[in-house]
């Protein structure tokens, strides 16, 4: 039974906008830090995904430093929903996009998720 369910990926151009979300079972939203990460096309193992956002319970968030401010990641706790608004999307960052949730600290690095989703596409041309 899947745990994490994503979905709003899709094709852009540059400079375009995409909103992501993330529906999680109950059991796996009351983990400590939920959020998104990505894996470039030829990637294939799940320590080389990139912490894209994360949030944790009392709202505070990370973002990786190349987000560069165009990311916000939020969560709405009455609909067990994780979202990630994606601005000014770049060529780079094409690629698949996770889901992703921890019942450890701050969830930035890949080999402390707990719960992972099955992926959206990215997919931004220039």
Excluded: H
Excluded at 21 to 41: D, L
Excluded at 43 to 55: D, K, N, P, Q, S
Excluded at 66 to 74: H, K, P
Excluded at 75 to 87: A, G, P, S
């Amino acid at each position: 039974q899947a745990q994490l369910v994503e979905s709003g990926g899709g094709s852009v151009q540059a400079g375009g906008s995409l909103r992501l979300s993330c529906v999680a079972s109950e059991y796996v939203y009351s983990s400590n830090c939920m959020g998104w990460f990505r894996q470039a096309p030829g990637e294939e193992r799940e320590e080389e995904r990139e912490g894209v956002a994360v949030i944790l319970p009392d709202n505070i968030s990370y973002y990786g430093d190349f987000v560069e401010g165009r990311f916000t990641v939020s969560r709405d706790n009455t609909k067990n929903t994780v979202y990630l608004q994606m601005n000014n999307l770049k060529p780079e960052d094409t690629g698949m996009y996770y889901c992703a949730a921890s019942r450890k600290g701050v969830c930035s690095a890949a080999r402390v998720i707990d719960y992972w989703g099955q992926g959206t596409q990215v997919t931004v041309s220039s």
